[in-house]
């Protein structure tokens, strides 16, 4: 049994969060209880190994997981506190610190807003700017809401889920057929991503005129789309650092590269706190670290996306820890065991951006430059999954990309140069599959 100083780590078992977390805690003199699947365990011994104590949980399932946490400290185990960096984790995390008492979110907050429906209505109610939304059961449904939102265009995506994946913009009625193949697509993806992790994901067979799940559809939003990352500190967010995205854009805006500290117009970083302090305790929010997606539009007003309780992904948290020089996990951490948090010297020192590598859809016959990533000084991570023979999907989400080059410079001009001259000088050459030939890709 791990001492009274243990912190639970929920779904931890991954590179390099689950690592940080691990490091950060270890600092702190914390003991780490390690809980995730045997699937994800198994793919990182190393953090295993590192724990104070392993235990294979289906942590995405939140009745067992909270019967599981109820079940130790009935049996004399005490935690600290209860934290999670995945997005499955998080309503779990938020009911194991409601049940024991332990500092966090409510329950009732996060599903609010994992529910991207939810969490919209909630900002409109309370006077935050939002497009028109609906959510929608059937084919007849979405036409309906289109017809009451002329001219458009409008996003159609899943009420839950992350990244891009899903999503699709509808100009007219005549692309919303591809758009609804996109998301089921997307969501197969997901499914088989998560039974990879060793979660039970059944799928439901869609009744008779209804879809399989339900989708959200909802007005385009024109501005430049940016998120924001950051701590809650004594229950106030406080931002460590904006993000600028790079996407695909129309039709399916996935993320190709993200930068860091964003160059926002004059005024617009106060008015994206001052937002962020007025929005997130009204979702009833006030724990943890928070990943904040917005639109700032072209009359300088700011309009929240999806809000997360933990870190951004695709390494938007390595990137705002090293710009920052900021422990996140560890400002988390640091309140579990009472101690002050000092916001005054937050702020960026340098830079940091990401892009990742897409080439077309084939087979994978030759792949040279990535000597030069990996000698680069800037380099702050790097990922090569890509080989001779190694096969390639033609981009539709998220899901299809795997290489990058994260790199560091002194302005953020300078960083997102090196990203890009980085992942330029890397040549993959493919040949295209069958598959991908036949491929016509979405019909937008």
């Given at each position: 049994?791990?001492?009274?100083?243990?912190?639970?780590?929920?779904?931890?078992?991954?590179?390099?969060?689950?690592?940080?977390?691990?490091?950060?805690?270890?600092?702190r003199?914390?003991?780490?209880?390690?809980?995730?699947?045997?699937?994800?365990?198994?793919?990182?011994?190393?953090?295993?190994?590192?724990?104070a104590?392993?235990?294979?949980l289906?942590?995405?399932?939140?009745?067992?997981?909270?019967?599981?946490?109820?079940?130790?400290?009935?049996?004399?185990?005490?935690?600290?506190?209860?934290y999670?960096t995945?997005?499955?984790a998080?309503?779990?995390?938020?009911?194991?610190?409601?049940?024991?008492?332990?500092?966090?979110?409510?329950?009732?907050?996060?599903?609010?807003?994992?529910?991207?429906?939810?969490?919209?209505?909630?900002?409109?109610?309370?006077?935050?700017?939002?497009?028109?939304?609906?959510?929608?059961?059937?084919?007849?449904?979405?036409?309906?809401?289109?017809?009451?939102?002329?001219p458009?265009?409008?996003?159609?995506?899943?009420p839950?889920?992350?990244?891009s994946?899903?999503?699709?913009?509808?100009?007219?009625?005549?692309?919303?057929?591809?758009a609804?193949v996109?998301?089921?697509?997307?969501?197969?993806?997901?499914?088989?991503?998560?039974?990879?992790?060793?979660?039970?994901?059944?799928?439901?067979?869609?009744?008779?005129?209804?879809?399989?799940?339900?989708?959200l559809?909802?007005g385009?939003?024109?501005?430049?789309?940016?998120?924001?990352?950051?701590?809650?500190?004594?229950?106030?967010?406080?931002?460590?650092?904006?993000?600028?995205?790079?996407?695909?854009?129309?039709?399916?805006?996935?993320?190709?590269?993200?930068?860091?500290?964003?160059?926002?117009?004059?005024?617009?970083?106060a008015?994206?706190?001052?937002?962020?302090?007025?929005?997130?305790?009204?979702?009833?929010?006030?724990?943890?670290?928070?990943?904040?997606?917005?639109?700032?539009?072209?009359?300088?007003?700011?309009?929240?996306g999806?809000?997360h309780?933990?870190?951004?992904?695709?390494?938007?948290?390595?990137?705002?820890?090293?710009?920052?020089?900021?422990?996140?996990?560890?400002?988390?951490?640091?309140?579990?065991?009472?101690?002050?948090?000092?916001?005054?010297?937050?702020?960026?020192?340098?830079?940091?951006?990401?892009?990742?590598?897409?080439?077309?859809?084939?087979?994978?016959?030759?792949?040279?430059?990535?000597?030069e990533?990996?000698?680069?000084?800037?380099?702050?991570?790097?990922?090569?999954?890509?080989?001779?023979?190694?096969?390639?999907?033609?981009?539709?989400?998220?899901?299809?990309?795997?290489?990058?080059?994260?790199v560091?410079?002194?302005?953020?001009?300078?960083?997102?140069?090196?990203?890009?001259?980085?992942?330029?000088?890397?040549?993959?050459?493919?040949?295209?599959?069958?598959?991908?030939?036949?491929?016509?890709g979405?019909?937008?």
């Amino acid at each position: 049994m791990a001492s009274a100083r243990s912190l639970l780590l929920l779904g931890g078992a991954l590179r390099p969060t689950g690592a940080h977390c691990m490091e950060q805690a270890e600092e702190r003199g914390l003991d780490v209880i390690l809980a995730d699947t045997r699937e994800n365990l198994s793919k990182v011994p190393e953090l295993a190994e590192r724990a104070a104590l392993t235990v294979e949980l289906p942590y995405a399932d939140v009745e067992a997981t909270v019967a599981w946490a109820v079940g130790q400290k009935k049996a004399g185990q005490e935690f600290l506190g209860v934290y999670g960096t995945r997005e499955t984790a998080a309503e779990s995390v938020a009911a194991v610190a409601e049940v024991l008492g332990l500092p966090g979110n409510g329950r009732a907050a996060v599903r609010r807003i994992q529910d991207k429906f939810a969490c919209r209505a909630a900002l409109a109610e309370r006077g935050f700017r939002q497009p028109p939304v609906a959510r929608c059961s059937s084919e007849g449904e979405i036409r309906e809401f289109l017809a009451a939102h002329r001219p458009g265009p409008w996003i159609v995506k899943p009420p839950t889920g992350r990244g891009s994946a899903g999503v699709s913009l509808v100009r007219d009625e005549s692309d919303l057929e591809a758009a609804l193949v996109h998301l089921a697509h997307a969501r197969r993806e997901l499914r088989e991503e998560l039974v990879g992790q060793g979660m039970d994901m059944a799928a439901d067979e869609p009744t008779e005129a209804a879809l399989a799940e339900d989708v959200l559809v909802e007005g385009f939003q024109t501005g430049e789309e940016f998120s924001a990352e950051g701590v809650f500190v004594d229950g106030v967010p406080r931002l460590l650092a904006v993000t600028a995205k790079v996407t695909t854009g129309a039709p399916h805006f996935i993320e190709l590269g993200h930068a860091m500290p964003a160059d926002l117009p004059p005024g617009a970083q106060a008015d994206v706190v001052s937002t962020l302090e007025r929005a997130l305790p009204a979702l009833g929010l006030s724990w943890g670290v928070f990943h904040v997606e917005f639109w700032l539009e072209r009359d300088g007003g700011i309009v929240l996306g999806e809000v997360h309780v933990r870190p951004g992904g695709d390494y938007i948290h390595v990137m705002a820890q090293h710009i920052t020089d900021t422990q996140m996990h560890g400002a988390v951490f640091d309140q579990f065991l009472g101690e002050p948090v000092d916001v005054s010297g937050w702020g960026a020192r340098r830079a940091a951006a990401i892009r990742f590598l897409t080439p077309p859809g084939g087979t994978v016959t030759a792949v040279d430059g990535w000597a030069e990533v990996a000698a680069s000084p800037h380099l702050l991570a790097g990922k090569l999954t890509l080989k001779e023979g190694s096969e390639t999907a033609p981009l539709k989400s998220s899901y299809d990309r795997s290489s990058f080059v994260c790199v560091t410079g002194a302005t953020l001009q300078e960083a997102v140069d090196t990203a890009e001259r980085l992942a330029a000088g890397v040549k993959i050459e493919v040949t295209p599959s069958a598959a991908a030939a036949d491929d016509p890709g979405d019909c937008f």
